[in-house]
């Protein structure tokens, strides 16, 4: 009974330590920067001639291409990234994962995705997916 009090005792401990505030990242870290996709869900993406990007303009403008180009207003809150009014071509592409990537960051931005940025490495996440993106250049 004693060693269960203490253990009990112990996790609440803890469980105080841990911190559970959001990574926060800020439009001007993003701003002027173009990332290109190297995984998802784990995944290695193969870079091609046009690898998958995602750009950042004024004022958290979104723009990029998946299999097709896409544009819109991004909105970050709190670590997290919005793009409720996306735009894109629909065109469907002869690489079915490139069609799949398109569904997928729509699908993220609409509903919203946490972000972190970690030195050159960029991660768009929800609970099913997860973006991973290297720094490629600045934007103007």
Not at 54 to 65: D, I, Q, R, V
Not at 75 to 83: F, P, R
Not at 91 to 107: F, G, P, V
Request: proline content about 2%; overall charge neutral; aromatic content about 2%.
């Amino acid at each position: 009974m004693n060693k269960t009090i203490l253990l009990l005792a112990a996790g609440m401990l803890l469980a105080g330590c841990v911190n559970t505030s959001k990574v926060t990242v800020n439009a001007s870290q993003l701003e002027h920067h173009r990332f290109v996709l190297e995984s998802v869900n784990g995944k290695n993406i193969p870079a091609g001639k046009t690898p998958p990007e995602l750009s950042f303009g004024e004022k958290m403008h979104l723009s990029g291409s998946m299999c097709n180009r896409f544009t819109g207003q991004g909105k970050l809150s709190e670590g997290e990234l919005k793009a409720k009014d996306l735009v894109m071509t629909r065109m469907m592409c002869a690489d079915a994962q490139r069609n799949e990537l398109d569904n997928i960051l729509s699908a993220m931005l609409s509903t919203g995705a946490q972000v972190d940025l970690t030195g050159d490495q960029l991660t768009l996440a929800t609970a099913e997916q997860s973006l991973v993106y290297r720094l490629s250049d600045l934007v103007n």
